[in-house]
Structures are given as structure tokens and as C-alpha cells.
């Protein structure tokens, strides 16, 4: 009986070699050799390793799937650059790069291929894409555009060939460094699982947009943001970061499962809808441990009335939570609430453009534009003058303007207007210690710590700030305190970690830590060579110096210390004499 092709959701990796023909006509033999050995070294372990698989060869490519959209673009994205070391020293018009797209969607396959539309857009892209890049669909940079770590360029809406309608593309443009607003990887839960030691333990999932509105889910992500920032001031509750509720957003969910995960003996699910000046909130609260609904309530009121809402569902989750307390007793420090609620919601939209501002410059620019507007409607607006000075930052990384003084001046008016608002205080630390302004980065992070102690991002960002003044001990110790936090901690967080333990002299310790993240970043790399060159094993130092170089071929010390603040000269010094022992350059060649 003949096998009926069956449908399945995939992610898909069609890539071609640039100017096949031409290298062919050039030298066949040569250009042959050169294909295969990419396959040998590069494309076929790289694959592997993110769990996918080649469907078949095409000659002068090859067609890839995957069931995680991001691990097929972290694959292209490492193919890509495993490749350009090998061509830098070779004439351009010998060069073999390849061109890449990626979709995910529905494929239909048998045991000999896959096909269908959407199989069809990624080949589609590859046929757009320059040589040595990658175009994603919407759909790809959707799934993958929190977690990746990875930067992108709006490349607009593609008409592609027997595809009915445009798509949406975009360009893999670089690494993504450290921001704040950046979501955990669900992926590697199972390797993080907590166990329940606290039974005032809470995890808010992600609100979501009540009926078919889909525009107002950064009215439902922002209220769910801010729920977690109130919860987060009380001491009796112990409560997980924003990060770890926001990686599970979306999923169909087993609340049991997702307690283990987390650690939290409940989890409180809702949903917002937004009609005009009216609002609609309904939540539950439910234990991980039974399943049971403990309480459930709807909220009815106008917009204006929204944070007297928020005040209102905290101290109701606090006595569920955490027994049955007086009322009074029940005191968090107020935030100062804007003058024009219409401020509020620009802020929102901001936050939700900021969330991606490292990932694409045109949502840089965005989050920018809607938190200067909250400041029109609301000129004595804290809050938006420090997400203001934050924007302002993250801009100027995409730009290469310096910014510096702006950022500055708009985070000294955030406080000067909100002096109880963390969020000003974190934002001027990390201003202030990249400023080397070591005591004032200390106090206003202890400062925002004091006024949200449960935030993982501000005590992991506490921790490095002792890591720059020499104090690893400490610095690991809020590490640690964050990863309770936060089960779901980023990379770019893991490695403060790591950083830690260099500091400290516990190389094995920094390699450990290091070995253990699943996308490494171009600092994590730098940092497993310095504690390699102190061990005896100089087969795996010499693949880390090429993994680093791989990851950024510009690489020099000079460079990556300038982003090192230490206060003490000790580590960076140190730190220069164990990367130059390894063979790495001071400065980059010219």
C-alpha cells in the first residue's frame, strides 16, 4: 500500500552555495573538495547539535529541519560563522558562502522528503538572502526573537514567487549583548529543576488578552510585568522574575509540572481586556501541588482606577499566599502614579518595543519614541524618564553615537521626580558603573534592591557590580540568590557566574559554568580561554580560542577589557596575561 505523505509543524533550513556555477567553471575540483568539507567539519556536526537533521542534498546546498525554530536559526547562524574564518585569507572571487532562509510552519513529509508552501518560503528566502546571511519569516522571528539571543534587521514584506501572499522578512544580523528585558529559554528547564522549599512561593504567568484583540497584548504583558514588580516589594513572598513566567508565555501549560520547575507552591493565570476607558481583569490562583483552585476574582473598573486594581490584587494574593495578615500590615512603597493615565499606556508600548530594542534598531527606536511621548503627556513622570534613559542607551549601541550624558540626565530627572521607583535606581547603576562610578552603581542598586528585593535581574546585576569591585564571594552570592529566583536565568546572567569564579581564582569552577550554557556569548567565550590557560589541557583551550575567534573574529584584548569595569586593576591585568598566553592579539590587526 503506498505511504500517504503526513503533515507536521517543523522549522526549515534551506541554504544554497552562492555563485555555485561560477566556482565550478573556475576550478570543479577545488570548489568540490571545499563543499564537502564544510559538510564534513561544519555543517553536519552543527546540525547535530542542535537536534536537527538533513532532509536531502541538492547539489550546491542543502534542506534542513528542525522542531525548535530557534535552534535552526542558532544553527544557520553558527554555520555561517564557522565559515568566515575559513575564506578571510582567500581571493573574494574563490570564496564559497552560502545563502540562507528559514520558516516555520506546517510541512508535509514522507520517508524521502518534505514538502509544501512553507517548506517552499524558506527556499524562497535563501534565493533572497546575500551570500554569507540569513532571512527568517515573521513567523521564525516570533519564536525566536526573545530567546535567540540574537540581533535582526527589518528587511519589510518579500512578494516570493508562487506564494500567495508577501512575507515578512528578516535579517540575522549579530550576537545580542546584555538586556535586561530578554526571556529565559523554556528548553532548559529540565536541567534547572527546583524543589519547593518555600510554601509562600508564587510564579505570575503572563496575563492573557481576553476575545480575539490581539493588539492589546502589551496591555496584558505590561499589567503582568507590573503585577510581579508589586509582588516582588513584599518580603513575605517569594516570588520568580519576570524572565521565568514570560519564557512560558504562550504554552499549553501543566501547572503541576511548571510548580517543580519554578519551585513555587502556586501560580496565578488571568486575563485583561481593554475596551475603551474600561477594563476587565479575571485571575485564579492555583496550587502546583493539588491543582486546585484556591481563589478566583474579576475586576471591572476604568482605566484611571487601574493601579488602585493592581494595589488591590496584591494585597489579595499576599494573604492568600502568605496567610492571613492584618490589612494594615500589608504596606508596600508606593510608586508615583502618573497624572495622565494615557502616559501609563504609552509607557506600556514602550516597554513592549524595549523588550526587543536589542534585538531590531526600528523597536529601538520605537520604545524610545512612545517613552519621549508618556514624557509629553506627563512631564513629572519618573518612571518613563528612567525607561527614557535606558532607550537612549540601547539606541546608541545600535547608532554608535555616544549618548552617554543624555542617558544620564534623563535618569537623574527619573529620580529626582520618583526617588521610590527601582526602576530609576537600576537604571542609573548600571549608568553609573559604566561610568566607573563605583560607589554610586553600589548605592542605587542596593537601593532598588531595597525597594524590590524578589527582582532576580537586580540581584544578579548586584552580584556583578561586587564582581567589578573585587569581591567574588559576595558577587556569588546574590548569583546564587538569582538563580533561586529565577530558574530560568539567561546566559548573559549565567556568566556573571562565571565571571565570579575567575575573579576568585576558581578556573575549573569558570569552565564548569561556561560549559554548562547552550549558547555562549562572545564575553562567556573570553572568559573560558583566560581559565583554560590556567589548566593543563591544551587540546580543549585551543578549541575554545577557535570557538571564540569563530564567535567574533574581530576579537582583541584591549577591546574586551574596555567593557571589563573593574575596579582594581588586578583582573584586567590578569586577565591580559592569561588571553595572551592563550595567543590571542592585543589589538586588532589593521
Known amino acids: 500500500m503506498e505511504q500517504q505523505a503526513q503533515r507536521r509543524l517543523a522549522a526549515v533550513l534551506a541554504a544554497d552555495v552562492a555563485g555555485y556555477t561560477r566556482l565550478m567553471r573556475a576550478d570543479e575540483e577545488e570548489t568540490i573538495n571545499t563543499w564537502w568539507s564544510y559538510r564534513h567539519d561544519i555543517i553536519d556536526p552543527i546540525i547535530k547539535d542542535y537536534s536537527g537533521r538533513i532532509v536531502k542534498l541538492t547539489g550546491d546546498g542543502f534542506l534542513a529541519e528542525f522542531i525548535s525554530a530557534t535552534n535552526a536559526v542558532l544553527a544557520a547562524y553558527a554555520i555561517q560563522k564557522s565559515i568566515e574564518p575559513r575564506v578571510k585569507d582567500i581571493p573574494e572571487e574563490r570564496r ?28 524562497r528566502l535563501e534565493g533572497l538572502a546575500d551570500p554569507g546571511s540569513i532571512l527568517i519569516s515573521r513567523a521564525v522571528f516570533d519564536n525566536v526573537k526573545r530567546v535567540a539571543q540574537l540581533t535582526f534587521e527589518n528587511q519589510g514584506e518579500q512578494v516570493l514567487k508562487n506564494i ?56 496584558a504583558d505590561g499589567f503582568t510585568d507590573d503585577l510581579i514588580t508589586e509582588l516582588a516589594r513584599f518580603t513575605e513572598l517569594f516570588i520568580t522574575s519576570r524572565n521565568a513566567s514570560f519564557a512560558l508565555k504562550g504554552q499549553n501549560l501543566d501547572l503541576r509540572a511548571v510548580g517543580k520547575q519554578l519551585g513555587v507552591a502556586y501560580c ?71 497624572a495622565d493615565m494615557y502616559a501609563y499606556e504609552c509607557l506600556l508600548r514602550g516597554l513592549e518595543c524595549h523588550r526587543l530594542g536589542g534585538v531590531t534598531q526600528e523597536s ?23 525607561w527614557q534613559a535606558c532607550a537612549i ?73 561586587y564582581n567589578f569591585l573585587g569581591d567574588g564571594e559576595k558577587a556569588l552570592e546574590y548569583q546564587n540568590r538569582a538563580k533561586t ?15 565570579a569564579h575567575y575573579v576568585l581564582g576558581n578556573y575549573r569552577d569558570t569552565v564548569s559554568v561556561v560549559s554548562q550554557l547552550l549558547h555562549k556569548s562572545k564575553r562567556s567565550h573570553a572568559y573560558l580561554v583566560a581559565a583554560l590557560s590556567h589548566l593543563d589541557d591544551e587540546i580543549t583551550l585551543r578549541k575554545a580560542v577557535d570557538e571564540l575567534l569563530i564567535a567574533n573574529p574581530s576579537f582583541s584584548i584591549s577591546n574586551f577589557l574596555e567593557s571589563e569595569y573593574y575596579k582594581d586593576e588586578v583582573v584586567p591585568q590578569q586577565l591580559a596575561i592569561d588571553l595572551k598566553k592563550a595567543g590571542l592579539p592585543d589589538t586588532v590587526a589593521a
Not at 530627572?413 to 552603581?441: Q, T, W
Not at 542605587?444 to 540581584?459: E, G, K, S
Open 268 to 338: 496565578l493565570e488571568g486575563s485583561v481586556r481593554k475596551m475603551g476607558d474600561r477594563i476587565r481583569i479575571t485571575c485564579q490562583l492555583i496550587s502546583t501541588q493539588t491543582g486546585d483552585h484556591v481563589w478566583a476574582e474579576k475586576y471591572d473598573c476604568n482605566f484611571t482606577e487601574l493601579f488602585e486594581v493592581q494595589d488591590e490584587l496584591a494585597k489579595s494574593i499576599v494573604s492568600m499566599v502568605a496567610g492571613l495578615m492584618e490589612r494594615e500590615t500589608l504596606v508596600s512603597i508606593k510608586k508615583k502614579k502618573p
Open 164 to 219: 500567495p501572499e508577501p512575507v515578512q522578512a528578516y535579517r540575522v544580523v549579530g550576537e545580542l549583548g546584555n538586556h535586561s528585558c530578554m526571556s529565559g529559554d523554556p528548553e532548559v528547564m529540565s536541567s534547572n529543576r527546583q524543589e519547593i522549599v518555600n510554601p509562600n512561593s508564587l510564579a505570575v504567568l503572563p496575563f492573557a488578552v481576553f476575545g480575539d484583540d490581539s493588539e492589546q497584548e502589551y496591555f
Open 96 to 123: 564559497m558562502w552560502f545563502r540562507m532562509g528559514v520558516n516555520l510552519g506546517d510541512i508535509f513529509w514522507d520517508d524521502e522528503d518534505i514538502y509544501g508552501d512553507d517548506v517552499n518560503i524558506a527556499a
Open 485 to 499: 529566583l529565577d530558574p530560568l536565568l539567561p546566559p548573559y546572567c549565567r556568566e556573571l557566574e562565571a565571571a
Open 364 to 386: 529601538a527606536e520605537q520604545a524610545l519614541h512612545w517613552f519621549s511621548t508618556a514624557i509629553e503627556k506627563d512631564p513629572e513622570y519618573g518612571r518613563a524618564y528612567a
Open 393 to 465: 542607551s540601547v539606541l546608541g549601541e545600535w547608532t554608535g553615537d555616544d549618548y552617554k550624558d543624555e542617558a544620564i540626565a534623563s535618569g537623574r530627572r527619573g529620580l529626582e521626580l520618583d526617588e521610590n521607583e527601582p526602576e530609576c535606581h537600576r537604571i542609573m547603576g548600571s549608568v553609573s558603573l559604566y561610568s566607573r562610578d563605583f560607589e554610586k552603581a553600589e548605592y542605587h542598586f542596593q537601593r532598588a534592591l531595597d525597594l524590590n528585593p524578589n527582582h532576580a535581574y537586580l540581584v544578579g546585576r548586584m552580584g556583578e557590580v
